[in-house]
């Protein structure tokens, strides 16, 4: 089950990091190729309806069922002013350090 919020944002990070001087770079590697291959990147639609930031040709019954591109979903997002994010930049990461120092 996935749960949408009403107002705000909702993310999915997924990354892997290949450690250099690793025993068996290869494997790494070729798991990297696989988690990267159509195949893979199919999963996480199919399990979450979060849209893939790749290529991939997504099946018509899965694409319109996507919570990132439904009716509902489009008309909550909001145009972010870039500029002005990363002119505030320097302020939020001040506020961040504070939080985090209590």
């Given at each position: 089950?996935?749960?949408?919020?009403?107002?705000?944002?909702?993310?999915?990070?997924?990354?892997?990091?290949?450690?250099?001087?690793?025993?068996?770079?290869?494997a790494?590697?070729?798991?990297?190729?696989?988690?990267?291959?159509?195949?893979?990147?199919?999963?996480?639609?199919?399990?979450?309806?979060?849209g893939?930031?790749?290529?991939?040709?997504?099946?018509?019954?899965?694409?319109?069922?996507?919570?990132?591109?439904?009716?509902?979903?489009?008309?909550?997002?909001?145009?972010?002013?870039?500029?002005?994010?990363?002119?505030?930049?320097?302020?939020?990461?001040?506020?961040?350090?504070?939080?985090?120092?209590?």
């Open positions: 089950m996935t749960v949408v919020p009403t107002k705000g944002i909702y993310s999915v990070v997924i990354y892997l990091n290949v450690v250099k001087g690793m025993k068996h770079p290869e790494a590697h070729a798991l990297v190729q696989q988690l990267l291959s159509d195949q893979s990147m199919l999963g996480i639609p199919q399990a979450l309806r979060y893939v930031t790749t290529d991939v040709t997504l099946p018509e019954d899965l694409r319109k069922d996507l919570l990132f591109n439904s009716p509902e979903r489009t008309a909550l997002k909001k145009n972010v002013a870039w500029r002005r994010w990363m002119a505030d930049r320097s302020d939020r990461i001040e506020r961040v350090n504070k939080i985090i120092r209590g």
